[in-house]
């Protein structure tokens, strides 16, 4: 199986220096690495050039676009390989190692439509954070509701943008979960998960930033409106935060029997109620 990489970058010369080099580290080298320079401004195409004798493999482009996606797209149609991880500027990968390891998982695995690891949050104090994601639990249409499946330590088998589509460049921030939406949930594909620490993720990014929580929210309602019946989408709006507060209440016996305790009293208590309301009416 090959595998291409994708790097995302405009005007962070620093932050692709940083990936650049985690890239240049692997101790796998046969990988195609695709680098996408939205016409930077700054030093990022020096900086390509300053590390483009380290890979075999490397092809990119400094040119504009508009936005994000747009070059995501404009990375995946310049792919080769077989499998694709998309890792922006300031990201990195965790161990030099890391690339060899998922290579050898996508092979034990039988060459999954997709593969995912842990992402550790990296934040600007300097804490970090392994988010494990799914952690190999069944993805459902109530885990997406409210979350999303790690981009940058996915490997995506690259038949599948074909099957599904490229990334909506009509959206800002959550298209690439929109895409899980579509291939995991709707088209069924089954996603396998690897316990090993990937990539480090910049938790500075845009889709981290507070003031996009609330374009975050309004790009997701858009696309829940397009893709999910309204009958069904109106059962999440109601039902998901219980649902998800029964599910950490099944995490404690003593809790759940508590709440199954109360919750039969109360339902005894309204047959009486009711009972007796209707015995009152019919005399």
């Known amino acids: 199986m090959t595998l291409s990489i994708i790097t995302i970058n405009r ?10 080099q985690s890239m ?11 680098i996408i320079d939205g016409a ?3 030093d990022s195409v020096e900086v390509i050039k300053k590390f483009e004798p380290q890979f075999a493999h490397l092809k990119w482009v ?10 995501m797209n404009k990375g995946l149609r310049m792919t080769s390989g077989d499998y694709v991880q998309i ?17 050898s998982a996508l092979e034990k695995a039988g060459s999954p439509s997709i593969l995912y690891g842990n992402m550790i949050k990296c934040f600007p104090d300097g804490r970090k954070l392994v988010d494990k994601c799914f952690a190999g639990q069944e993805i459902t249409m109530l885990g997406m509701y409210t979350g999303t499946l790690n981009h940058d330590p996915a490997y995506i088998r690259r038949d599948l943008f074909e099957k599904y589509g490229y990334y909506d460049e009509t959206l800002k921030i959550v298209s690439d979960w929109k895409w899980y939406l579509q291939a995991i949930i709707l088209g069924g594909e089954k996603p396998q998960y690897v316990d090993l620490d990937v990539t480090l993720f910049d938790m500075t990014g845009i889709s981290e930033n507070a003031n996009s929580k609330s374009k975050i929210k309004e790009e997701r309602e858009k696309v829940l409106k397009e893709l999910i019946p309204i009958p069904y989408l ?4 109601r039902y998901s935060d ?5 599910r950490r209440v099944h995490r404690h016996p003593w809790a ?3 709440v199954w305790f109360i919750e039969r009293c109360l339902f005894k208590l309204e047959k009486r109620q009711a009972k007796k309301h209707n015995n009152q009416v019919w005399g």
Request: net charge negative; glycine share 4%; proline share 3%.
């Open 40 to 42: 930077s401004t700054d």
């Open 62 to 71: 400094s040119e504009p676009d508009s936005g994000i996606y747009n070059a």
């Open 234 to 237: 109106h059962d999440y709006e």
């Open 11 to 20: 005007n962070n010369a620093a932050g692709l220096e940083k990936t650049m």
């Open 242 to 246: 219980d649902i998800y507060l029964m």
């Open 87 to 103: 890792l922006n500027s300031a990201d990195g990968l965790a161990l030099p190692d890391v690339t060899e390891k998922m290579l």
């Open 256 to 258: 759940y029997k508590l």
């Open 24 to 34: 240049a580290s692997q101790t796998f080298k046969e990988f195609e690495y695709v």
